[in-house]
């Protein structure tokens, strides 16, 4: 089997993969310790990690060079957090996402929120950006496509859902392996998600959210923790900085 068809496999709804997101290959060898069954950059932690804001600021090139350091360390298989694929046309974002498979890593975090501009995407643009992705990676590749509506409003009503689940299935029609929606916590409105989005559904943890079986039993199927295991170690390591200057 291969780390692709290992990787897609371990997205079960109601048994859901945890990733517990890294920087490097120290922080990956450290998750791997712990028992995780899969590896998953973040884009922030990697970009705070390395003197850079987030938003696409990590140059392209340390980027890929980051990823494939990271396989050539660890033998579970590796999902980058691309952000934005570099680009909001089509042909070069898949063409950026086609050199990330180069590097070995079995997938990416595709998201349609407009980085360094405002507001999402248009749903049929983002729609031709997945669909140029899925044509230059074939099929041996998980697109987890991202929607990032929650993050753009404080109203998380049944209007969003529909805007999420409208998002979703066209996600899928464009060819994504899977549909992440940061932010979503509510199980009622997961178990609509997953009822009417024909993709496996990634949550993100994160302070305050429920608990993960409680997201278990509405159905979802992977679970990350994006910029907060880095931003806890980084509090714990300024504590202990402290405690040994003072």
């Known amino acids: 089997m291969s780390k692709f068809e290992t990787f897609a496999g371990l997205h079960v709804p109601g048994d859901p993969l945890i990733l517990y997101n890294i920087w490097d290959v120290g922080s990956a060898l450290a998750v791997i310790a712990a028992g995780a069954k899969a590896l998953a950059t973040g884009s922030h932690p990697v970009a705070d990690a390395n003197g850079w804001p987030d938003g696409q600021q990590v140059p392209i090139d340390f980027a890929f060079a ?18 934005g694929a570099y680009s ?28 360094g501009g405002e507001g999402l995407h248009p749903l049929d643009l983002q729609s031709r950006r997945i669909a140029a992705i899925r044509g230059s990676v ?6 987890n496509a991202r929607t990032d509506l929650f993050l753009k409003t404080q109203t998380f009503d049944d209007v969003l859902i529909e805007k999420v689940i409208e ?3 066209a ?6 392996s899977g549909f992440f929606v940061p932010r979503l916590a509510d199980p009622r409105q997961i178990e609509r998600v997953v009822r009417e989005v024909p993709l496996p559904l ?27 295991p880095h931003r806890a170690l980084m509090a714990k390591l300024t504590e202990m ?5 003072n």
Do not use: M
């Open 66 to 83: 980051n990823a494939r350091r990271i396989v050539d360390a660890a033998e579970l298989p590796l999902t980058v957090d691309f952000e």
């Open 88 to 115: 909001a046309d089509p042909a070069q974002g898949a063409e950026n996402v086609a050199k990330l498979k180069q590097t070995g890593a079995v997938g990416c975090n595709f998201e349609d929120q407009v980085i």
């Open 138 to 143: 074939g099929d041996d590749f998980y697109i």
């Open 167 to 169: 998002r979703g299935k």
């Open 171 to 176: 996600f899928a029609d464009a060819g994504a």
């Open 202 to 228: 990634n949550v993100i943890a994160f302070p305050g959210a429920p608990d993960k079986k409680i997201w278990a039993q509405a159905g979802v199927a992977r679970i990350s923790h994006g910029p907060f």
């Open 241 to 245: 900085a402290s405690e040994a200057i």
